[in-house]
């Protein structure tokens, strides 16, 4: 799927005024999926280890990393689509694991999730004010008559699908890929959210609209204090949008901290091939690719860190034992970043970390010169 960059324009997202506690918070989540071949289970997909994740009103946080990565799996897991293996996820510090339907449907008015496609997630069968009010009767049910329509024409006008009349009566088909995002999005917000979860919400439109979606996406944000889970393959977008940006390899977090700090200055190898390879993502499949196999099997991942086999610098350390997220100096927000690099310890052992693509082009030169 195609990644390309929204905007090169470097504008960090601005952060709002952000309560100090989180909304929604993923504390060491863990996800394994069985992997069956006939009656015998063949083990199963690490698809997430250890991952905390803190979510604050009016702020977005950007999940980032390759296909594969889990990003999804983590979108799911915090919508609760399907059950944890591990870890807890906490709503306003309390525990969130439902208890019954009611306190499910309650958990689900605030945490919503906006979907890659639009037009897979909208039903085609039915017009805008169906889907909308259908989707503010189950989560504002008193809402009737006058009122209704009074709700819905203030949905669309939130996502500035004006003048609303034009809009109202279209069938999902009649819109273009933006404007049905839109009312993708009017459907989550019918709920009154705290969440958003946004799985590539950008990612299948065309280049030409992307900003606009954003652009909606922040000012939810800024007006109505919605904390947002940003999930991208894209980390020029990531930049503009995220207030931090959460890297991930395998099925963990490797480098975290405010956007501009990670974007600018990563500090992980991978993050800094990701970085590095931008705008151009399928470059940076062929770079690693050629530069060091696959990306590793989750059924049995690489011990150690998971990004060893492609690292130009992993050492036996790297190879043995899970490099911990490791504090690596201070980000553009005056908060500490971190990367889960055993470069950045105080380890005698430690590999030497420098600049990535130097070192693979250091490599390609010394391969060269064998041949
Ligand atoms: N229901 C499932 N059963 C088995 N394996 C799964 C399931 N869902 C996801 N996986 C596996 O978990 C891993 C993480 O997948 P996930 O979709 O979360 O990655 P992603 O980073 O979102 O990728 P993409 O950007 O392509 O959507 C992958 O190896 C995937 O094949």
């Not at 904390?227 to 959460?246: C, E, G, M």
Request: some cysteine; charged content about 25%.
């Amino acid at each position: 799927m195609s990644s390309t960059p929204v905007s090169p324009a470097p504008e960090a997202g601005t952060a709002p005024e952000a309560s100090d506690a989180p909304v929604l918070e993923a504390v060491g989540m863990q996800k394994h999926f069985p992997v069956r071949g006939g009656i015998r289970s063949k083990g199963v997909v690490h698809a997430v280890d250890d991952v905390d994740l803190a979510l604050y009103s009016g702020r977005v946080v950007a999940l980032v990393g390759e296909s594969g990565s889990g990003k999804s799996t983590i979108a799911r897991l915090l919508a609760q689509l399907m059950p944890v293996t591990g870890g807890k996820i906490l709503l306003h510090g309390e525990d969130a694991k439902t208890k019954n339907r009611r306190a499910f449907r309650q958990y689900v008015s605030r945490v919503q999730m906006i979907f890659q496609d639009p037009f897979g997630s909208l039903n085609p069968v039915h017009p805008v004010r169906y889907i909308l009010t259908r989707s503010l009767r189950i989560h504002r049910g008193r809402l009737r008559g006058a009122a209704l329509e009074q709700a819905l024409t203030e949905l669309l006008e939130r996502v500035q699908l004006t003048p609303t009349e034009r809009y109202v009566d279209k069938y999902p088909h009649e819109l273009s890929g933006g404007q049905r995002q839109r009312v993708a999005i009017a459907r989550a917000l019918a709920a009154n959210p705290e969440v958003l979860l946004a799985d590539e919400p950008i990612s299948m439109l065309d280049v030409s609209i992307r900003l606009g979606i954003l652009n909606l996406l922040k000012d939810l944000r800024d007006r109505l204090k919605i904390a947002i889970l940003y999930i991208t393959h894209d980390i020029a977008s990531a930049r503009y949008f995220a207030d931090r940006t959460v890297v991930m390899y395998a099925g963990r977090i490797v480098e975290q901290g405010d956007s501009e700090s990670v974007t600018q200055d990563p500090k992980h190898p991978y993050t800094q091939l990701l970085v590095r390879s931008a705008p151009d993502p399928d470059d940076l499949e062929a770079r690693a690719h050629g530069a060091r196999g696959e990306a590793p099997s989750l059924v049995r991942p690489p011990s150690g860190c998971r990004f060893n086999p492609r690292c130009p610098f992993a050492t036996d350390l790297c190879r043995a034992e899970v490099p911990p997220l490791i504090a690596v100096g201070e980000g553009a927000d005056g908060q500490v970043r971190e990367a889960a690099c055993w470069g950045y310890s105080d380890r005698p052992d430690r590999p030497k970390v420098t600049d990535v693509l130097e070192a693979f082009g250091e490599r390609a030169t010394a391969e060269e010169a064998v041949a």
